[in-house]
T-cell receptor
Framework: DGGITQSPKYLFRKEGQNVTLSCEQN?????MYWYRQDPGQGLRLIYY???????QKGDIAEGYSVSREKKESFPLTVTSAQKNPTAFYLC?????????????FGPGTRLTVL | GNSVTQMEGPVTLSEEAFLTINCTYT??????LFWYVQYPGEGLQLLLK?????DKGSNKGFEATYRKETTSFHLEKGSVQVSDSAVYFC???????????FGPGTRLSVLP
């Protein structure tokens, strides 16, 4: 089955630690995205990538970093510089070329800072 | 820039009631419009979409019509079920950029 997987589902971090959230897709999509969702709020874009080895900052990139070494993978690192990292993180992908198309989401990773 | 506005929730309905969740947008050109649904603890799932004016998207009893004259894409369902309880997000994507713009979401609770 084609889809997007995120791991782990739940992640706990101590203050001052960096953590990396995994996102893998086998949909052959060019574009991948990371969003942050806080309780009762909508989605805010952290980073996005339209092609391998290229990515751009979204609206709230400070304290986060990404890489896109392979088409199917787009890991997100939450660094110690992120002051309030506790949130639900969603990864998504979509085809890049052609008319605007659907964005497909992973199941999410809930990060809690202890 | 592009933006999406949704009615504030939470919306609480009894089973079999009629549902409307309002969505209006601001965008350049002719965006595609989407409704996504998020069940507790899960990612977002596409519910329906419409890619041009007057198109009607429909799925699982939900409908929304792309109204260019009122820049709206209201979500409707004639008879809601308890299993429809979720958060609903309206979103758009224009023909120029690659990013989606999401509304803040509307939480729906359906009581038996």
């Amino acid at each position: 089955d084609g889809g997007i997987t995120q791991s782990p589902k739940y992640l706990f971090r101590k203050e001052g630690q960096n953590v990396t959230l995994s996102c893998e897709q086998n949909l052959n999509h060019d574009a991948m995205y990371w969003y942050r969702q806080d309780p009762g709020q909508g989605l805010r874009l952290i980073y996005y990538s339209q092609i391998v080895n290229d990515f751009q900052k979204g609206d709230i990139a400070e304290g986060y970093s990404v890489s896109r070494e392979k088409k199917e993978s787009f890991p997100l690192t939450v660094t110690s510089a992120q002051k309030n990292p506790t949130a639900f993180y969603l990864c998504a992908s979509s085809p890049t070329w052609g008319p605007p198309d659907t964005q497909y989401f992973g199941p999410g990773t809930r990060l809690t800072v202890l | 820039g592009n933006s999406v506005t949704q009615m504030e929730g939470p919306v609480t309905l009894s089973e079999e009631a009629f549902l409307t969740i309002n969505c209006t947008y601001t965008a350049t050109g002719y965006p595609s419009l989407f409704w996504y649904v998020q069940y507790p603890g899960e990612g977002l799932q596409l519910l329906l979409k419409a890619t041009k004016a007057d198109d009607k998207g429909s799925n699982k009893g939900f409908e929304a019509t792309y109204r260019k004259e009122t820049t709206s894409f209201h979500l409707e369902k004639g008879s809601v079920q308890v299993s429809d309880s979720a958060v609903y997000f309206c979103a758009l994507k224009d023909n120029y950029g690659q990013n989606f713009v999401f509304g803040p979401g509307t939480r729906l609770s359906v009581l038996p």
